[in-house]
């Protein structure tokens, strides 16, 4: 494969970017020019810190360090849904019921990716395994980061029309069935936009950076096509069960709304 290998200079002409970033925060009075360098030098640690940590993981092939990877990211995704939500569930399931959500979705998308689809050899390989469990739980993230943020405030703002079916009679997942509709539809918006405009308005990173290493354009667009599909299926899987598991938190078996067990 042929690809161009980048080094630091060629980052840093790339960084120099920013700077048109915060000239129009600075001329529009944005106020984000703090945040913007936080953002960059966070983004640098972490990737630089990444990319040592992988490199010693896919020299050592090893299942148990692979799991204990795939479960840092999970926790790490479940943070930062819960983090993005202007109302949350009190306590550890705010945290819990993201991350739960999303590693049963995430990993269980990823193993039969590994077994079905590319079938490396030993089926963990973290060359594999990490990658795919990236984007997979990158936008199973932001989707159920969205419907939980929906279905929590629409709980709050709809308080009356919940509690008056429920009055009259109507189950704890009836009642709230209104609710957790438009916010799993607002949570699969993102990716089916992706999947829409994908190859006409853009190309997938996947693909692109294949394409950049030298790889066949055509088998590079297979790839994209699996990896499109898998995070389309995980991120509905994600949606689903983070929707029903804060439905019964927000509720009790007296079928009660439970609003005191949210917190802004």
Not at 143 to 170: D, H, K, S
């Amino acid at each position: 494969m042929n690809y161009v290998v980048l080094d630091l200079g060629d980052v840093l002409i790339a960084a120099t970017l920013l700077l048109i970033n915060g000239a129009i925060s600075v001329a529009l009075a944005l106020g984000l020019g703090r945040s913007l360098l936080v953002a960059a030098v966070r983004m640098v640690v972490q990737l630089a810190l990444v990319g040592l940590v992988l490199r010693w993981l896919f020299e050592s092939v090893s299942p148990w360090l692979t799991l204990i990877a795939a479960l840092v990211m999970v926790g790490f995704a479940g943070y930062e849904a819960m983090a993005r939500q202007e109302q949350r569930l009190a306590g550890g399931w705010g945290f819990g019921i993201g991350a739960l959500a999303m590693g049963f979705a995430g990993i269980s998308v990823t193993v039969l990716a590994l077994g079905a689809v590319f079938q490396p050899d030993p089926w963990f390989q973290p060359r594999f395994a990490v990658p795919i469990l990236g984007m997979v739980l990158g936008n199973c993230m932001t989707g159920v980061a969205i419907a939980l943020n929906q279905f929590l405030t629409q709980a709050r703002q709809g308080r009356r029309g919940v509690e008056a079916m429920l009055a009259l009679g109507y189950e704890r997942d009836e009642a709230l069935a209104p609710l957790r509709r438009p916010a799993a539809r607002a949570g699969m918006i993102p990716i089916i936009n992706s999947m829409a405009a994908a190859g006409v308005v853009f190309l997938p990173g996947m693909m692109t950076g294949q394409i950049l290493a030298g790889v066949e354009p055509g088998q590079a667009v297979k790839y994209q096509m699996v990896i499109m599909f898998l995070i389309a299926g995980g991120t509905a899987i994600g949606v689903l069960l983070a929707l029903f598991g804060a439905s019964r938190r927000l509720s009790d078996d007296r079928h009660r709304l439970r609003l005191d067990r949210l917190q802004s």
